[in-house]
């Protein structure tokens, strides 16, 4: 534990509520404290964000919704989280005090563990992974460090949802890989990609610790390592500890495929896999395990399971028994060697006849039912509806294709459920249901309205949802270039698997004013933000004050602030040319209607506002769009008056 006293952060209160009373420890991403919650009076831990995370508002913004996620998870083995708070420039996290141990520190003591045990621990992270799995939250850094064992030998998963924060933060360094790169699933070393099934990979890979005492992929360099993840299997735990059952190897094999549609599809599925083979286990399986390591051979005798040791689960027996607690002995602690004489002899034979009828009655059994039974095929889940069939039929078993149902783990048509479940024992001739995926599941489809396109793309992208088909139509309203809505509409919920249709605003249709009023179609123009030049000549086949021409064409697209010109007829003169080209003044004192701004940057609004013959004033700008404007849309006001504006 560090008790560093010389934290600033020591004896202070965090949000007029949390008293940190001392620090437990530091990590890359945040320092852990005790505190103590003065509203409730309770004992808690704080975690509290280094500096240059909580300074990048992309990492505090991720961070917050991550952290009401996994607040909305309620397991018995998740690490509670009670609340987040800023306070200044700290921003942390308030969770569940777990006094106890890390199973860092556990396998630190004991260097490995028996198969019971290590069983015993490994169930109840998946139980809360699968928790966590049902919510459609990835945990993306399942590592000892992060699983707590208290002191009455409770397991808990801790800092769900951080490691997700941490990886969409721009702090982040290119190249860095988020996540301890011993349990790193390849395709997190390929791509960052992570989901339910890499958090399989890396339960997987911690199983093979608990067993061996190692990890199962080493090397001189991080980089060394999360290359061998990629192009190397891990390899059987049997390989370093001689003894352990089969049924192991097959576990830690199955959960670290390098393709994750051949894992487990979730730790739930992991979960039923480990607790049926830890079901069939003997009771003494550690101490064979234990003694075959050191090169014994077990006596044929029924041994006793080992003494019970503090700070593990399920009655908190020992995995590991070190030389020193074994002796020499090669019977379990508790017994007494065989006595040598005449009666041992005998009592041996007896021992070696009933083994050899009980070997022979179990492969009578065998023989005369193997024929009867199979086992769902292995890797039905993600499969194509047709090929699954076939793989039940070429298996000897019959497919039932029950609703389609929405799924993140596998593609649109795949096989995303089975039940039985792969794997699973069952009678030839048997029905296995097959529910196909119709897509990843829906998500609200956010509100780009007035963005450019671009940031629109992104802000979709973020969401998990794809862009798709663009299209343009004018407005009046929204700027050229600027998105006017989306299809589906904003609110509305879309599969990942169809594409969001984008409407873009090609700007506003530059309407025919040939043939009117010049100062009314100049009005007119103005108030849609255009700026307007006049140049004028004489057409005596047409009324005087007209307009002959305009550029751009009628249904040209126009934004706010583009320039527009208008040829207008010369009127009339009664008393001679200087009396009728007025057009030094003859415009001033007129009221002009004022364009509608609001929704605008501040950049387009100050354009379309002085171009109509306007001075601009800003008021309060607590955003970068104008939110309100003075005098209003629509209402006419004296040419050159000054328009407030404001966001």
């Known amino acids: 534990m560090d008790t560093t006293v010389a934290d600033p952060l020591v004896g202070r209160v965090l949000d007029g509520r949390y008293r940190i009373e001392s620090r437990v420890a530091r990590g890359g991403m945040a320092t852990v404290y005790v505190a103590r919650d003065l509203r409730l009076d309770r004992v808690v831990a704080i975690k509290v964000m280094h500096a240059n995370l909580a300074a990048d508002d992309e990492f505090v913004a991720r961070f917050i919704g991550e952290a009401k996620a996994a607040a909305a998870l309620s397991h018995p083995n998740v690490v509670a989280v009670y609340d987040q708070r800023t306070d200044g420039e700290h921003v942390f996290l308030v969770m569940e005090y777990v006094p106890g141990r890390t199973l860092r520190d556990l396998l ?8 019971r045990a290590a069983l015993e621990i490994i169930q109840p992270v998946l139980a809360a992974l699968s928790a966590a799995h049902r919510a459609g939250l990835v945990h993306r850094d399942v590592k000892p460090e992060n699983v707590l064992i208290t002191e009455d030998g409770q397991v808990k998963v801790a800092d769900f949802g951080l490691a997700r924060a941490e990886s969409a933060s721009k702090m982040t360094k290119t190249g860095l890989i988020i996540g301890t790169v011993g ?12 989901d339910v099934r890499t958090d399989v990979y890396a339960a997987g890979v911690m199983l093979y610790e608990l067993l061996t005492g190692e990890l199962p992929h080493q090397g001189d360099t991080p980089l060394a390592v999360a290359y061998k993840h990629v192009n190397e299997a891990v390899p059987p735990p049997s390989g370093l500890v001689p003894g352990l059952p089969q049924q192991l190897d097959v576990l830690v094999t199955r959960a670290t495929a390098r393709e994750p549609a051949q894992r ?144 993140d783990r596998v593609d649109k048509g795949e096989i995303a459920k089975a039940d039985p479940a792969p794997g699973t024992r069952i009678a030839k001739g048997e029905t296995v249901t097959l ?27 973020d969401k998990g949802l794809q862009p ?86 009628p249904g040209t697209g126009v934004s706010s602030g583009d320039e527009v010109t208008l040829v207008v007829n010369r009127r009339d003169c009664l008393f001679g040319e200087f009396f009728c080209d ?16 609001i929704g605008q940057s501040f950049d387009d609004a100050k354009r379309a506002l002085k171009s109509s013959g306007f001075k601009v004033k800003i008021g309060s700008k607590l955003g970068d769009r104008v939110v309100g404007q003075n005098p209003l849309p629509g209402s006419s006001a004296q040419r050159g008056q000054e328009i407030t504006i404001w966001g």
């Open 108 to 115: 630190t003591e004991r260097g490995r563990l028996g198969p």
């Open 183 to 194: 349990y790193l699933a390849p395709e997190q070393v390929l791509s960052g990609n992570a």
């Open 264 to 407: 487990p599809q979730d730790a739930g599925q992991f979960l039923a896999l480990v607790a049926e083979v830890h079901g069939g286990l003997p009771p003494d399986i550690d101490w064979r395990v234990e003694q075959a390591s050191y090169g014994r051979t077990a006596v044929m005798e029924a041994p006793q399971p080992p003494p019970p040791v503090p700070g593990l689960p399920h009655g908190g027996r020992t995995a590991v028994l070190s030389p020193a607690e074994t002796g020499p002995s090669l019977v379990p602690p508790g017994d007494h060697a065989p006595r040598r004489g005449v009666g041992a002899t005998g009592r041996y034979v007896l021992i070696a006849i009933g083994a050899v009828a009980a070997v022979v009655l179990a492969w009578s059994v065998w023989y005369q039912t193997s024929g009867q039974y199979d086992h769902v095929p292995d890797r039905l889940i993600g499969m194509k509806v047709a090929d699954a069939r076939q793989a039940l039929a070429d298996a000897g078993l019959r497919a039932r294709i029950a609703p389609e149902v929405y799924s």
């Open 435 to 461: 529910t196909p995926s119709k897509g990843r599941v829906p998500r609200e489809v956010p509100d780009v309205r007035g963005r450019s396109l671009d940031d629109a793309k992104r802000i979709l992208r």
């Open 468 to 553: 798709g088909r663009e299209s343009s139509t004018p407005s009046q309203t929204v700027a050229k270039g600027r998105v006017v809505r989306t299809n589906p509409a904003a609110g509305e919920k879309q599969s990942p698997d169809v594409p969001v249709q984008i409407v873009v605003s090609s700007g506003m249709s530059m309407p025919n004013v040939v043939g009117q009023k010049g100062d009314d179609a100049a009005n007119r123009l103005r108030s849609m933000g255009l700026d307007v030049k006049i140049e004028r000549r004489r057409d005596g086949r047409r009324p005087g004050d007209t307009v002959l021409s305009q550029n751009p064409e």
């Open 582 to 597: 007025d057009d030094r003044g003859r415009d001033r004192g007129d009221r002009l209607p004022v364009p509608p701004v």
